[in-house]
Nanobody, 125 residues
Framework: VQLQASGGGLVQAGDSLRLSCAASGRTSSRYVMGWFRQAPGTEREFVTGMPSNGASTSYADSVKGRFTISRDNAKNTVYLQMNSLKPEDTGVYYC???????????????????WGRGTQVTVSS
């Protein structure tokens, strides 16, 4: 399984970005996707996630109401719509895939089997 994240960039506070994560290779129809981010000198942190059936979503408190995760299963692609961006949202954003089915989002990095290479998001004040 390969994950390719894209859509990052340099924006100003208050702007929006949409990240995409395309999955290729052998995937089943049931899996869990997650978005994480990592700022310099910090640990990778959970941003949002959802199971492939979209039955539920979970968000970090810091992004609730501003970020939205969505999916297009026909394209094997997960999206992260980020609105009202803040300088503290700056970091490298990673998508991840967990093969073992769980009908809910998973917040722990150790639970994921595959990771994309990351896309840089920089929000200036």
């Amino acid at each position: 399984v390969q994950l390719q994240a894209s859509g990052g960039g340099l924006v100003q506070a208050g702007d929006s970005l949409r990240l995409s994560c395309a999955a290729s290779g052998r995937t089943s129809s049931r899996y869990v996707m997650g978005w994480f981010r990592q700022a310099p000198g910090t640990e990778r942190e959970f941003v949002t996630g959802m199971p492939s059936n979209g039955a539920s979503t979970s968000y970090a408190d810091s992004v609730k109401g501003r970020f939205t995760i969505s999916r297009d299963n026909a394209k094997n692609t997960v999206y992260l719509q980020m609105n009202s961006l803040k300088p503290e949202d700056t970091g490298v954003y990673y998508c991840a895939l967990r093969l073992a089915w769980l009908g809910t989002a998973v917040r722990s990095t150790s639970e994921y089997n595959y990771w994309g290479r990351g896309t840089q998001v920089t929000v200036s004040s």
